[in-house]
Nanobody, 123 residues
Framework: QVQLEESGGGLVQAGGSLRVSCVAS????????MGWFRQAPGKERDFVSA????????TYADSVKGRFTISRDNAKNTVYLQMNSLKPEDTAVYYC????????????????WGQGTQVTVSS
């Protein structure tokens, strides 16, 4: 069982930066691939980024490539999403998720989810 808790969301102006974090419980964090998803009101939950258990492989949605960076610190059971050059269309609730095994880009492949953190980008 893995429990996830996100933090770091907030309100930022367009062009600004935020870093959201996700802390996981449990002693086997380094066995899980981690992903970030986001969901805007009235829309489906979309893939943002994912990182392999070792941190050696990452993948990004085209909409955030070059602006967002995912990383993890297995010693701290934490995964981060650094978001730069934020746009109003990045406004959403951001969720972290965990899955045992390799990285994945669809929400249905993830077993564990946090409660989400709101990111709002004003124009």
């Amino acid at each position: 069982q893995v429990q996830l808790e996100e933090s770091g969301g907030g309100l930022v102006q367009a062009g600004g930066s935020l870093r959201v974090s996700c802390v996981a419980s449990g002693r086997t964090f380094d066995l899980y691939a981690m992903g970030w998803f986001r969901q805007a009101p009235g829309k489906e939950r979309d893939f943002v980024s994912a990182v392999s258990w070792s941190g050696g492989r990452t993948t990004y949605a085209d909409s955030v490539k070059g602006r967002f960076t995912i990383s993890r610190d297995n010693a701290k059971n934490t995964v981060y999403l650094q978001m730069n050059s934020l746009k109003p269309e990045d406004t959403a609730v951001y969720y972290c998720a965990a899955r045992f095994g390799d990285i994945a880009v669809v929400p249905q492949d993830y077993s564990y989810w946090g409660q989400g953190t709101q990111v709002t980008v004003s124009s």
